[in-house]
Nanobody, 119 residues
């Protein structure tokens, strides 16, 4: 069973940092784009950042210069380093991956991890 599992969320004060991790497991043949999305209460899910299999990255304007996405293909992991966190960053953060499996290529989502930025 292919799955994505996030970890690293929590409560942090404004200006603080957190590092989210996403672990992919199961019968995975290839990992293409990996990304992080977030959804705040009452708002639509939005893209935070993504990284291609070649290492190219793209960020939402609201997090540029503060967040860094990375991946470790050997470990089937993706990371989101979040610095200078603001209350507006409070949301459930979801890992997404475009994975190739024995059954074909599909989009997968993690269950989400809560990030709360508050004093």
């Amino acid at each position: 069973q292919v799955q994505l599992v996030e970890s690293g969320g929590g409560l942090v004060q404004p200006g603080g940092s957190l590092r989210l991790s996403c672990a992919a497991s199961g019968s995975i043949l290839s990992i293409n784009v990996m990304g992080w999305y977030r959804q705040a209460p009452g708002k639509q899910r939005e893209l935070v950042a993504f990284i291609t299999s070649g290492g190219s990255t793209n960020y939402a304007d609201s997090v540029k210069g503060r967040f860094t996405i990375s991946r470790d293909n050997a470990k089937k992991m993706a990371y989101l380093e979040m610095n200078i966190l603001k209350p507006d960053d409070t949301a459930v953060y979801y890992c997404h991956a475009d994975l190739g499996t024995g059954r074909g290529r599909y989009d997968y989502w993690g269950q989400g991890t809560q990030v709360t930025v508050s004093s």
